[in-house]
């Protein structure tokens, strides 16, 4: 990947539980995006946040954002079945164009 | 609420030919990227777009083209192609793009194989 990493690199985990991907980036940046992906289907927009913000809610979502060490975290609570997909973390640099991690690739066993 | 239309959505082209990938935005939004899925990647951007204007450009190679219409829906254009250019290809948009909070809504995708 162009801008960092992700891990884990897969994550399984069973129905109910809390699932924790991270994300470190190696530029400064003007905002971090998270997205879901489903079997190699379209992208769907989950969260954004900015670059002086350090946490984030929306939903089963929290972000957390560190800038001193270039990282943020995803986390699902109580994750479903409908849960299971690749998820990536996006980067803007200011330039307009996005920088994807590597993703993780998230399977939740019902 | 209006999403970011794709078209096609598959697309089988041998080797040598070209290809006209069309991307419709969301509704008043301004800017149009390109990013390119292969097998197991991340997406790599290719290139943008803002006010029919290119904005920015990535590791889009010289065989590829793309632009802009006063309609705001953008084309990207293949010529030559080759295997490697096998991949998912999407377009995203978003609003004011040179402001800075720059959130991309991404369309479904148009799957290319090249055989």
């Known amino acids: 990947s162009q801008q960092g990493e992700e891990d884990p690199q897969a994550l399984s985990i069973q129905e109910g539980e809390n699932a924790t991907m991270n994300c470190s980036y190696k530029t400064s940046i003007n905002n971090l995006q998270w997205y879901r992906q489903n079997s190699g289907r379209g992208l769907v927009h989950l969260i954004l946040i900015r670059s002086n913000e350090r946490e984030k809610h929306s939903g089963r979502l929290r972000v957390t954002l560190d800038t001193s060490k270039k990282s943020s975290s995803l986390l699902i609570t109580a994750s479903r079945a409908a849960d299971t997909a690749s998820y990536f973390c996006a980067t803007d640099t200011y330039g307009n164009k996005l920088v994807f991690g590597a993703g993780t690739i998230l399977r939740v066993k019902s | 609420a209006a999403g970011v239309i794709q078209s096609p959505r598959h697309l089988i082209k041998e080797k040598r030919e070209t290809a006209t990938l069309k991307c419709y935005p969301i509704?008043?939004?301004?800017?149009v990227y390109w990013y390119q899925q292969g097998p197991g990647q991340d997406p790599q951007f290719l290139i943008s777009f803002y006010e029919k204007m290119q904005s920015d450009k990535g590791s889009i190679p010289d065989r590829f083209s793309a632009q802009q219409f006063s309609d705001y829906h953008s084309e990207l254009n293949m010529s030559s192609l080759e295997l490697g250019d096998s991949a998912l290809y999407f377009c995203a948009s978003s609003l004011n793009g040179r402001i800075s909070y720059n959130e991309q809504f991404f369309g479904p995708g148009t799957r290319l194989t090249v055989l």
């Open positions: 509704p008043r939004h301004d800017t």
